[in-house]
């Protein structure tokens, strides 16, 4: 039979104003958070034991050579992802185009330059000498290839050709996400094809568009290290470069570390503010 | 001349053929209403009076330009779509799901098309389409974005989008269909005081209410061909094709 009284476990009977009300414990929060902090510590407390100048690092930060492999990464990766966005968009039209070559040589562009390494594809570029003493268009121009094939030259194409291949997807994306309808109303009040892509599609395509592109421009501001097989003198080369006369490799490298972290914590804010400005209203 | 004809009007989608022969005429300041089933081909002959559709056969012509195409030497040639685009600045288009720019307010979505079509200065076009806006009784959301109006509001805000480019011409295609019940009053009231104002409108409507008391004339079609036309007390009260008798039964 149920009864009117409730006991607890020793029999006792329960009222309810006398209850205090017990949270639940976690216990093992508190065990697992002691744990990182531990291992944390034990970290820096082996950083402060390592064989390492720290004090020569500020120097290495801020060393002419380390300046000039800075400025020549920023401008590799901005000049890189600049004309991969350009390329991209024509890509991406191409692919979205009702000509069907122009349909195919898109498929075969992203085939092909997203299918090999960015690796490769710098060394190919900076080697093209081998096969091609000229580049010319017969009757136009004619350059030697060696004199037009700086390193500069043959990262920019081997990042940026990768890079584009990728836009080119991400910008198709975009376009696609962008209901018919908006290119419907946009002709129905007259728009030209040009018009309704500038004022209508791609404002709205932004939207999907900027999150994957911030993100791979954080991936080229690192990638352009590759270009340090060709000696072309971005951040890596020139820890390497300062390194070679001292001997202090790691501490010169973790100057350059510093300065891509700076980069890309700067790009992450760019990105923060222009996922702000093409938001949802 | 009338504003609009149609004749023989034909269109398929892959091997269905949706308008099978459609000849249609539209006075000036005439309101004609297309009733009928769905998949009757009511949607895609509104689509092709903009050239949102290419026709198959037939031609339509729209206050004396054939639509979509070129009259030289005895043929039609298809114009490219920039063309194509120019024409259709004298015709507005009202669609079922209001299709506004999320990414601009009311106010800069009327504006949109005299300021970038038409390249008007901002200034006056601004106070054009504050008073389109007054106009669909919207005046005080000009800032407001699509998403925070209701779907009757948004579907005015199109009507004054379309008003903007001050056509010749207005399509309707099924404006009151994605709206909910209580809303679909405002966007009709704002319909017939066009009618009233003269604008030549089509409209495609399940609103045998608003047939009834704005249209001059009622087309009803099945399967792609016009089945019956009048005057919407002969088609609506006293149909004489069985199927429009059938159709009737059931919306009425």
């Known amino acids: 039979m149920a009864s009117d009284t409730r006991l607890n476990d020793a029999g006792e009977e329960l009222t309810g104003k006398d209850l205090v009300v017990v949270p639940l414990r976690h216990p093992w929060r508190w065990f697992s958070g002691a744990v990182i902090v531990l291992v944390i510590a034990g970290l820096g407390w082996a950083m402060s034991e390592a064989q390492i100048q720290w004090e020569d690092v500020p120097g290495f930060f801020t060393h002419p050579v380390m300046l000039e492999g800075l400025l020549n990464t920023i401008v590799l990766a901005l000049a890189a992802q600049g004309g991969a966005i350009v390329l991209g968009v024509v890509v991406a039209l191409m692919r979205l185009s009702a000509n069907p070559v122009a349909r195919w040589f898109a498929v075969g562009y992203i085939w092909l330059f997203r299918g090999l390494p960015v690796l490769l594809q710098i060394l190919i570029w900076f080697n093209l000498a081998l096969v091609f003493q000229n580049i010319s268009i017969p009757g136009v121009f004619s350059v030697p290839t060696n004199v037009v094939m700086t390193a500069f030259v043959a990262a920019l194409l081997g990042l940026g050709l990768n890079e584009s291949a990728y836009m080119a997807e991400i910008v198709r994306a975009g376009l696609s996400s962008v209901d018919e309808g908006q290119t419907e109303a946009a002709k129905s009040i007259g728009m030209t094809p040009m018009t309704t892509l500038r004022r209508v599609v791609l404002p709205q395509a932004m939207r999907v568009i900027i999150p994957p592109t911030g993100n791979n421009f954080i991936n080229m501001i690192k990638g352009t290290s590759m270009a340090s097989v060709i000696a072309f003198l971005e951040l890596i080369h020139a820890a390497n470069n300062i390194s070679s006369r001292n001997l202090e490799i790691m501490e010169t490298l973790f100057a350059a570390a510093a300065w891509y972290l700076v980069m890309v914590s700067l790009a992450s804010v760019g990105q923060h503010y222009l996922e702000r400005a093409y938001g949802p209203r | ?252």
């Open chain 2, 1 to 252: 001349m009338a504003l609009v004809e149609a004749i023989g009007v034909r269109k398929s989608f892959g091997h269905t053929e949706v308008l099978k022969g459609i000849d249609m005429e539209v006075e000036r300041g005439e309101v004609v209403c297309l009733l009928g089933p769905s998949g009757a081909g009511k949607s895609t002959f509104l689509r092709c009076v903009n050239h949102l559709e290419t026709i198959d056969a037939g031609r339509i012509w729209v206050d004396g330009v054939p639509v979509g195409f070129r009259a030289a030497g005895g043929k039609l040639y298809e114009l490219r779509e920039r063309d194509a685009a120019h024409q259709r600045r004298d015709v507005g288009m009202v669609f079922q799901r209001f299709n506004l720019f999320p990414h601009r307010t009311a106010l800069e979505n009327v504006m949109e098309g005299p300021v970038q079509v038409l390249g008007r200065g901002r200034a006056e076009v601004r106070a054009e389409a504050l008073a389109l806006l007054e106009r669909v009784g919207l005046a005080e959301k000009a800032g407001a974005y699509p998403a925070q109006l209701s779907g009757g509001q948004q579907q005015r805000v199109a009507i004054a989008r379309a008003l903007a480019m001050k056509p010749k011409l207005m399509l309707f295609d099924e404006p009151t269909s994605a709206l909910d019940p209580e809303l679909v009053g405002e966007v009709l009231d704002v319909m017939t005081s066009l009618a009233r104002d003269g604008m030549t409108m089509i409209v495609v409507t399940h609103e045998i209410g608003f047939a009834r008391s704005v249209a001059d004339r009622v087309v009803f079609l099945v399967d792609g061909a016009v089945v019956e036309s009048g005057t919407p007390t002969d088609v609506l009260d006293n149909p004489q094709q069985p199927r429009t008798q059938q159709f009737l039964a059931k919306v009425l």
